[in-house]
C-alpha cells in the first residue's frame, strides 16, 4: 500500500470510527501535518465518501467562526455480512459506520441441501439486500461470509462436520451465483467472526486476551490476543467443538470420538434435559434453545437443571485446559449458552478451579456474550468494513 493510500485509509477510519471531525483534529489525532490532512479530505470528499457537515464544531468559549467538520457521506459505499448455519440463513447491511440498513434471517435446514443450493439461497438474500432502497444511489464495497467450519485462504470451506460438507468453494459458487460482482467477497470461520463482533462492539470491549465460545448446533471459538484475532498458521485456530473429552464416547462427524460438542452441544443439551433435538420454533433464531431451557431451569424442572449442571461441567473441562494453554483474561459465553450463564458459570468455575493449574489464582473470567446468535454476521460485517475501508481508500488514487 502506498504512503498516500495509507493516509486517506487513515484519515476515513478516523472519521468513520469517531464520527465528523475538523481538519485540524484530524491533524492532531492523526499526526500528519494540516496541509497533508487537507488534501486527503479534498480527494475524500470529490470521491463521495467524505462530505462537509452542515454544521460547525465550535468549542466551548470560542471566538470567531468555528472550523467545519467533515463527515462520512450518507450515500456513501456499504457492506454486506453474510451468513450459512446448519439451519439458518442470514444478511445484513451496512454503511462504513456500521449503520445497519437491511437485515434478513431465513430458518433453513442447510443439511438436507446442497451446497450450491444453500449457497444459491444465501445469494437470494444478497441480492435482496442490494436491491433496497437505501442500494439505490450507493456502492457496495465488500461483503463476508461466515460458514461454521474450516476456511482456507482462498474463501474454500474445507470442512464443515455438522453441514457434511468438504472441499465447498464457497466464494466462487457465491460469485457464480451473484454472477461475478463487483465487490470484494471473503469467507471466515463463524467463531472467529463471533470473537471479532464482540470485540468491537460486545462483552470483549476493553479485553486484550479472550476466548469466544459459539455455541450453536455446533462449539467452536474465536481467539482473541493481544486485541486480534488469533487464526493459527493455517487459519484453523479455535475448533473448540472438536477437542476430545472421552476418547471412548459417541462417534461424532469430524470422525474422531468423544468430542466435546458432542457431549455439550445443542442437540446433546436438548437431549439431556428431555428435549427432542430436531424441534425447532418456525422462523426461531439460533439463540432460541438457550432462551427456551432458560425458563424451563427458572421453573424449576428438575431434568433441565441436571443437564445444564452437566454440560456446565463438561465445558469446564475443555475451558480449563485452554485456560492452562493460554491464560486468557476471559471465556465469553455465545450463541445459546449466553441465557444459560446463570446455570453454567458455577460448575464451570469448579471445573476450572480443580483443574486449572494456577487454581483459585487463575484470573479467566466466565462472562455471557453479549451479541447471541447475530453474533457471527456482525462479525461479518465489522470484517467487511475494515476491508472495505482499504478498498475505499484506493477509490480517489484511481479516479485522478
Not at 491533524?27 to 475524500?44: H, I, M
Not at 468430542?259 to 446433546?268: F, I, M, P, T, V
Request: hydrophobic letters at 45%; glycine letters at 12%.
Amino acid at each position: 500500500m502506498s504512503i498516500r493510500r495509507h493516509n486517506l485509509s487513515l484519515v476515513l477510519r478516523q472519521i468513520t470510527e469517531n464520527g465528523p471531525r475538523s481538519r485540524a483534529t484530524l491533524a492532531l489525532e492523526t499526526g500528519l501535518n494540516k496541509s497533508t490532512v487537507s488534501s486527503l479530505v479534498a480527494e475524500l470528499i470529490e470521491a463521495n465518501l467524505l462530505r462537509d457537515a452542515e454544521d460547525g464544531n465550535p468549542s466551548s468559549g470560542a471566538v470567531g467562526r468555528p472550523p467545519q467538520s467533515v463527515e462520512l457521506h450518507p450515500k456513501g459505499p456499504f457492506v454486506l455480512g453474510l451468513e450459512v448455519n446448519v439451519d439458518y440463513l442470514a444478511a445484513w447491511a451496512t454503511d462504513l459506520a456500521g449503520e445497519l440498513y437491511h437485515r434478513a434471517f431465513v430458518a433453513s435446514d442447510n443439511r438436507a441441501q446442497s451446497p450450491e443450493a444453500v449457497i444459491g439461497e444465501l445469494a437470494h438474500l444478497a441480492v435482496g439486500a442490494l436491491a433496497q432502497p437505501f442500494a439505490e444511489t450507493r456502492t457496495p464495497l465488500s461483503a463476508c461470509v461466515a460458514v461454521p467450519g474450516l476456511v482456507d485462504s482462498r474463501g474454500g470451506l474445507v470442512v464443515a462436520p455438522n453441514l457434511g460438507w468438504a472441499d465447498v468453494p464457497v466464494a466462487d459458487l457465491l460469485r457464480e451465483a451473484l454472477e461475478d460482482p463487483s465487490f470484494d467477497l471473503c469467507v471466515e470461520n463463524e467463531a472467529n467472526l463471533g470473537a471479532v463482533a464482540e470485540l468491537v462492539d460486545g462483552a470483549g470491549r476493553g479485553l486484550r486476551d479472550f476466548v469466544y465460545v459459539s455455541g450453536e448446533i455446533g462449539i467452536g471459538a474465536g481467539v482473541v490476543l493481544g486485541g486480534e484475532l488469533f487464526r493459527g498458521a493455517s487459519g484453523f485456530a479455535g475448533e473448540f467443538g472438536h477437542l476430545t473429552i472421552d476418547p471412548y464416547g459417541p462417534p461424532c462427524g469430524c470422525g474422531g470420538r468423544g468430542c466435546l460438542e458432542r457431549l455439550a452441544g445443542q442437540d446433546a443439551l436438548l437431549r439431556l434435559a428431555g428435549w427432542d433435538a430436531r424441534i425447532r420454533c418456525a422462523g426461531s433464531r439460533p439463540e432460541w434453545p438457550g432462551a427456551m431451557l432458560a425458563q424451563s431451569a427458572r421453573e424449576g424442572h428438575a431434568k433441565t437443571c441436571e443437564a445444564l449442571s452437566q454440560v456446565g461441567h463438561t465445558l469446564g473441562i475443555a475451558i480449563a485446559s485452554v485456560a492452562n494453554l493460554l491464560d486468557p483474561e476471559a471465556v465469553l459465553l455465545g450463541g445459546y449458552f449466553a441465557p444459560l450463564i446463570d446455570w453454567l458459570r458455577e460448575p464451570i468455575e469448579v471445573e476450572l478451579e480443580t483443574r486449572a493449574l494456577a487454581g483459585s489464582g487463575l484470573r479467566c473470567r466466565v462472562l455471557a456474550a453479549e451479541l447471541g446468535g447475530e453474533a457471527a454476521v456482525r462479525g461479518a460485517v465489522a470484517l467487511s468494513r475494515r476491508t472495505a475501508l482499504e478498498l475505499a481508500s484506493a477509490v480517489p488514487a484511481s479516479a485522478r
